[in-house]
Nanobody, 122 residues
Framework: QVQLQESGPGLVKPSQTLSLTCTVSGGSITTNFYHWSWIRQPPGKGLEWIGYIAYSGSTYYSPSLKSRTSISRDTSKNQFTLQLSSVTPEDTAVYYC??????????????WGQGTQVTVSS
C-alpha cells in the first residue's frame, strides 16, 4: 500500500517561497508510468492542480502557476518537493500530494496524502 505524507511550514510570509515535501512509502517514485502531483484547495473553493513530476523526472505545471512553480525530487529519499515562489494570501490552501498511474498523468488519483494547511500571512 502506497502512502504519501506532506510536510513543511504551515505559515509563509507574503513574497516568500512556499516549500513542501511529499514523502512516499510503500512504492518508488521512479516506478514506471506513475506521476506525482501537487494539488491544493483554497478555503471555500474546489481542488486546483498545480503540477506533477513523472517517474522519468519530467515535469508539467498548470499554466496559471507555471511561472512560480518548481517540482523536484530526491530519489534516494523517495521524496518530491513543491516550491511556489512569490506567494500571496491567495495561495493560502490545503496542499495535497497525490499519485496516478495513468500514462498521461491525469486523474483518477490512486493515492493521496492527508493534506497540509499552508497560510500566507505577515
Amino acid at each position: 500500500q502506497v502512502q504519501l505524507q506532506e510536510s513543511g511550514p504551515g505559515l509563509v510570509k507574503p513574497s516568500q517561497t512556499l516549500s513542501l515535501t511529499c514523502t512516499v512509502s510503500g512504492g518508488s517514485i521512479t516506478t514506471n508510468f506513475y506521476h506525482w502531483s501537487w494539488i491544493r484547495q483554497p478555503p471555500g473553493k474546489g481542488l486546483e492542480w498545480i503540477g506533477y513530476i513523472a517517474y522519468s523526472g519530467s515535469t508539467y505545471y498548470s499554466p496559471s502557476l507555471k511561472s512560480r512553480t518548481s517540482i523536484s525530487r530526491d530519489t534516494s529519499k523517495n521524496q518530491f518537493t513543491l516550491q511556489l515562489s512569490s506567494v500571496t494570501p491567495e495561495d493560502t490552501a490545503v496542499y495535497y500530494c497525490a499519485s496516478t498511474s495513468t500514462l498521461s498523468g491525469v486523474p483518477p488519483y490512486d493515492y493521496w496524502g492527508q493534506g497540509t494547511q499552508v497560510t500566507v500571512s505577515s
